[in-house]
């Protein structure tokens, strides 16, 4: 579904993506960890094109995205849903018209309406279409952010951080929608997080992202019984070992 072959991007003199690789097959759930600033948002923004990277190839459905022009890019993004990290919901809009948002101009309003009530059903909230964002706690807010993005039936859906700043309680409930949003039909799902709780329940595979590389990817098992020092120092969150703080 997507391929990263020999990525490199750089600002200015700090290179935050070295010859990167990484496959995503259709249908799975593959979580990317890293500590803070190791790249994971930069790497995002290049799988849906809002970044160029300085060298390499991308592949989205078997299509190379980097020298595309405009028009063409736009048409593949709309494959992708995003679920954002604070949720990114419009203060000024009701839920309902932020779950619409992304599919106002293609649909008539009838068949609006049924989407945002069957993408609100399908994550636990019926019945909250008129409420405001500022009426909603983090987790309905986050949960609003999920059924905006399948809202627009995307082949991929992208998670930035999707429990950060919940209590534990709530980031399960995340962590089960994650789950039964990726079983549905033709759905791939890419996440990004610290809290390796989640990654070990949500995920089919973990790539561990380091010094602009991806340098381990297995199951969750395998993962959690890695022999590799940094990966181990990661998801133990140990300050000792080969990973120093920058």
Known sequence: MIELKNVSKSFGSNSVLKSLNLKVCKGENITIIGQSGSGKSVLIKHIIGLLKPDAGE??????????????????LIEKFGMVFQGGALFDSLTVGENIAFGIREKKDKHEINGIVNE????????????LMPSELSGGMKKRVSIARAIAKKPK??????????LDP???DVINELVIKVGEMPGITSIIITHDMVSAYKVSKRIAVLYDG?????GLPEDIKNTKN?????FIEGRSEGPIKLR
């Open 58 to 75: 991308i592949f989205i459905d078997g299509i190379e995205i980097t020298t595309l022009k405009e028009k063409k890019l736009f048409k």
């Open 119 to 130: 993408s609100l059903d399908n994550v636990g909230l019926p019945g909250i279409s008129d």
């Open 156 to 165: 991929i859906i992208m998670y930035d951080e999707p429990t950060t700043g």
């Open 169 to 171: 309680i709530m980031a």
């Open 213 to 217: 590389k991806i340098i381990e990817t």
């Open 229 to 233: 020092e940094i990966v181990r120092q």
